[in-house]
Nanobody, 123 residues
Framework: QVQLVESGGGLVQAGGSLRLSCAAS????????MGWFRQAPGKERDFVAA????????IYADSVKGRFSISRDNAKNTVYLQMNSLKPEDTAVYYC????????????????WGQGTQVTVSS
């Protein structure tokens, strides 16, 4: 069982930056791949980024590649999403999720989810 709590969301102007954090409970955090997803009102939950258990491998959605960076600190049971050059279309609720396997881009493949944190980018 893994419990996830996101933080770091907020309101930012276009071109600005935010860093999201996702704190995990449980001693097995380092055995999970972690992902970030986002969901805008009326839309599906979309893949943003994922990182393998060690942090050595990462994948990104094309829409955020070069602007967002995912990382993790297993000693702190935390995964991060650094978001730079934010655009209004990045506005969404951002969720972190845990999966036993790395590489999944579909939300249904993830086992555990946080409650989400709102990111709003103004133009």
């Amino acid at each position: 069982q893994v419990q996830l709590v996101e933080s770091g969301g907020g309101l930012v102007q276009a071109g600005g930056s935010l860093r999201l954090s996702c704190a995990a409970s449980g001693r097995t955090f380092s055995s999970y791949a972690m992902g970030w997803f986002r969901q805008a009102p009326g839309k599906e939950r979309d893949f943003v980024a994922a990182i393998n258990w060690s942090g050595g491998y990462t994948i990104y959605a094309d829409s955020v590649k070069g602007r967002f960076s995912i990382s993790r600190d297993n000693a702190k049971n935390t995964v991060y999403l650094q978001m730079n050059s934010l655009k209004p279309e990045d506005t969404a609720v951002y969720y972190c999720a845990a999966d036993r396997s790395f590489g999944a881009r579909r939300a249904r493949e993830y086992d555990y989810w946080g409650q989400g944190t709102q990111v709003t980018v103004s133009s």
